[in-house]
């Protein structure tokens, strides 16, 4: 299996509009299959059984495991949702950015300390 790479800028403007949002495309997209398509596919084919469509979804929204299903299909959704945001983050910042971000040591301090104190004349401007 090959890893996924980022598309170029060139590439990414060639996208139609609403494709060009990939946090919402892709969470959007493929917590709403969770959500709505995989019960609808399985009430299809149990259909039969539960004497037609409408009974059989009934059945599939009633059953025990179902809050089991709310759960999986929340928690894909989320990190669907991070796993994209952190792509476009990383993007943002380019190559090593985000290590650079929480990793580097902070710049050193220049100028005067937040710590010493205020010159003579300012000290003692209320006397």
């Known amino acids: 299996m090959t890893g996924l790479r980022l598309l170029t800028d060139a ?4 996208l ?3 494709l060009r949002e990939v946090v919402e495309y892709r969470k959007s997209g493929l917590s709403l299959n969770h959500v709505a398509g995989c019960p609808l596919e399985c009430a299809y084919c149990i259909r039969h059984e539960y004497g037609g469509f409408g009974a059989a979804l009934g059945q599939i929204f009633g ?3 179902m809050p ?3 759960v999986n299909t929340i928690s894909v959704g989320a990190a669907l949702l991070g796993f994209n945001a952190l792509s476009v983050v990383r993007r943002h910042l380019g190559e090593g950015g985000l290590t ?5 040591a ?5 100028g005067a300390s937040s710590h ?6 300012e000290a003692g401007h209320g006397a």
């Open 63 to 65: 059953h025990r495991d």
């Open 68 to 70: 089991h299903v709310w």
């Open 116 to 121: 010493e104190s205020p010159p003579a004349a």
């Open 11 to 14: 590439e990414h403007a060639t």
């Open 100 to 104: 650079r971000l929480f990793f580097a």
């Open 106 to 110: 902070p710049a050193p301090q220049v």
């Open 16 to 18: 139609p509009a609403r």
